[in-house]
Structure formats: structure tokens, C-alpha cells
């Protein structure tokens, strides 16, 4: 592991000079990885395995869209892919990456296929940390780890395929064989991690629900529907209001954080802009830091675990979410969006 600083607080990381890919394999070298899940975060993982030449197979519901994308991505019924029972049957690390509800659905008939040594790994603290709601209780003679990536299954693949990797979270909650930290480090490196940082499945838990209901997704559209409506309501076009509110965002001031930090941005910015979000910034954070907190509050006390539960659970579910999901794509602003996505260069001869 390496020690660095960050802001002042020390902590440590393993990178792949501290854990080759080499070193990766040598620890994996005997392990048969079954990924159960083929829908976010399965397919990236397990493609990622099998090109860094671990042994990996799938275990998917027969039929229907998942099982289909399997095909096509080269997984073989009866030597690569299988029922989710008989992968995980086959397996010495079960990466249990099915939907949080279906883990709660499945858990029943995964558990007995589990064998004194094998390693159940996650990729999200749910199940685990929320047990009382879920019922996933692992046996006392595995090892139960987590790798979670901080990204997408779609970027730890596109990540991986370009060169780089996206960062993880690891950690162990169970140490049957005392080689637990051992396999979570080679597993996360396989999977194409950038580096590892250490963690416990609860903080992982409550730092992703809260990042996924804050900055990362929730109030990251709810601001900016709030600007656009706000821009729309003064008279301003569709095109300027997203432009303003969007596009300059995605297109532009992103990518110089991404680069070199909230700070480079602002440097690269007119003096005009950065004397209002300087001043700005401040207004915001007071505005929103109680609804962060209250929002922590409900991920504690289980309130939004219990909610995901309950609706991803619903018969109508997938009918419901589909509804949600075109209410927001055919509004007038992601309906504005289309259009001047479609009018970017890159874009005129498609």
C-alpha cells in the first residue's frame, strides 16, 4: 500500500504498482469467478475478468434482454453462462451483483451453493449493512468482500478499454481463509480498477446512497430544472436556458474540474464569473446543507433503503420507471437538450 496526502489527511491506497495485474493473476490463478448479474455492473466486471485472462463465467436468468446481451458478448450457455443457482455452484468467488432487491429475492437460493472457503463479494454495502431488511446473512465459513467501483458499469468498461480504470472502495467483512484482503485487492485490480481505497461496507453504503441522491444525480437534475425553469419563467428561450444551465456545464467547465480541480476551473473563467460563483457558492451550500443532512438521516435509519425495497420490489416497477423516466426525457428541457446535442459538431453528419 502506498501512504498519500489528501488535503491533510493521510490515508492509503494500493495502486497497480503496489499489486500488478501479474500478482493479481497469481492470486486468482486457482479461483473460478462467478459473476451473478448481468445488467450494470455484472457485464464491465466480467468482461474486464476475461480479458485480463481470469477464469470467470456468468450466472443469468435464462432468456429475456440480459440473458440476450450475454450471448452477444460472447458467453457460451453450459460453459461460460448459467443460471444464477448453478454459477454460483461453480464458483469459488460469488460476486453477488444483481439489484439490491434482487439480492433480498435470490439470497435464499444462492446460500446453499456456498461452499466453507469460497468468497462472496459485493459491490455495494445493501445487503449486508441492511440485513434486517434484506436477510442476507452470509455463513460464518466465507469470505465476504466488496469491491465497489465509483462509477457506472458503462465507464469501468469504457475505462478500462481506453487504458485507464475507474476508482474502487474495498472492503472485508469476513476473514474465513485469512486471505480475504488478498483476493479483494487481486479482484479489484482484475476488474480494472485505477486504485483501491479502503473502506467498510457500512460507510461505503452510506456515502454511495447519499451520493446518488445528492451531487452525483438527485440534486445535481433537481438544480438544474430549477435554473432552467427559473431562465424559461424571465422570458429566456429554450436554447440559451440549457445552454446556460447544461450544455456549458457537460461540454466545458466539467472537463477543466475533471482536469486540474474547482479551482482551475474558476482561474479559467472571466473575472466577471468568477466574482459571482465565488460569492454564490456560499449562498448555495447554506441552502442545501440541511437537506444533505436531513438526506444522511434517511440513509442511516434505513428510511431510503426500505423505500428502494419496496418500490423495486413492485410488480409494476419496471412499468413505473419507464413511465418516470420518459416523463423526464420528453419534458421541454431534456427535449431542448436533444436538439443542441444534435447540433454539436461532432454530431452534423449523423
Request: negative net charge; contains cysteine; proline residues 4%.
Amino acid at each position: 500500500m502506498a501512504t498519500l496526502n489528501f488535503g491533510g489527511v493521510e490515508e492509503e491506497v494500493t495502486t497497480r504498482e503496489e499489486f500488478p495485474l501479474e500478482r493479481a493473476r497469481q492470486v486468482l490463478k486457482d479461483e473460478t469467478v462467478a459473476v451473478l448479474g448481468y445488467g450494470v455492473q455484472g457485464p464491465a466486471q466480467a468482461l474486464n475478468l476475461r480479458d485480463n485472462d481470469i477464469r470467470v463465467l456468468v450466472g443469468q436468468k435464462p432468456g429475456g434482454k440480459t440473458w440476450e446481451k450475454a450471448l452477444k458478448d460472447g458467453w457460451v450457455p453450459g460453459e461460460t453462462l448459467f443460471p444464477l443457482e448453478e454459477a454460483a455452484e461453480r464458483g469459488t468467488v460469488v460476486q453477488y451483483l444483481i439489484s439490491d432487491a434482487g439480492q433480498k429475492l435470490m439470497w435464499p437460493q444462492i446460500k446453499p451453493h456456498l461452499r466453507a472457503g469460497d468468497a462472496l463479494y459485493f459491490s455495494h454495502g445493501f445487503a449486508i449493512v441492511y440485513n434486517d431488511q434484506t436477510g442476507v446473512v452470509p455463513p460464518e465459513y466465507v469470505d465476504v468482500m466488496l469491491v465497489a467501483p465509483k462509477g457506472s458499469g458503462t465507464s469501468v468498461r469504457a475505462n478500462f478499454l481506453n487504458g485507464s480504470g475507474i476508482n474502487s472502495s474495498y472492503a472485508v467483512e469476513q476473514d474465513y481463509t485469512g486471505r480475504a484482503v488478498e483476493r479483494t485487492l487481486a479482484l479489484g485490480i482484475a476488474i480494472g480498477s485505477g486504485y483501491l481505497f479502503p473502506t467498510t461496507f457500512a460507510k461505503e453504503v452510506h456515502s454511495d446512497l447519499m451520493g446518488e441522491r445528492g451531487v452525483l444525480m438527485g440534486a445535481l437534475a433537481g438544480l438544474m430544472e430549477a435554473q432552467y425553469n427559473t431562465l424559461r419563467r424571465h422570458g429566456h428561450s429554450p436554447s440559451e436556458a440549457f445552454n446556460e444551465t447544461v450544455e456549458e456545464l457537460t461540454q466545458s467547465l466539467i472537463r477543466l474540474v475533471a482536469q486540474n480541480g474547482m479551482d482551475w476551473m474558476y482561474a479559467n473563467c472571466s473575472t466577471t464569473a468568477q466574482r459571482g460563483a465565488l460569492d454564490w457558492r456560499h449562498e448555495f451550500r447554506k441552502v442545501t446543507e440541511p437537506v444533505f443532512e436531513r438526506l444522511y438521516q434517511c440513509v442511516l435509519s434505513g428510511e431510503e433503503t426500505r423505500t428502494v425495497l419496496r418500490a423495486n420490489s413492485a410488480a409494476d416497477y419496471k412499468e413505473k420507471l419507464t413511465a418516470e423516466l420518459e416523463a423526464m426525457g420528453n419534458s421541454e428541457m431534456w427535449q431542448t437538450g436533444k436538439v443542441v446535442r444534435s447540433l454539436r459538431p461532432e454530431n452534423w453528419k449523423q
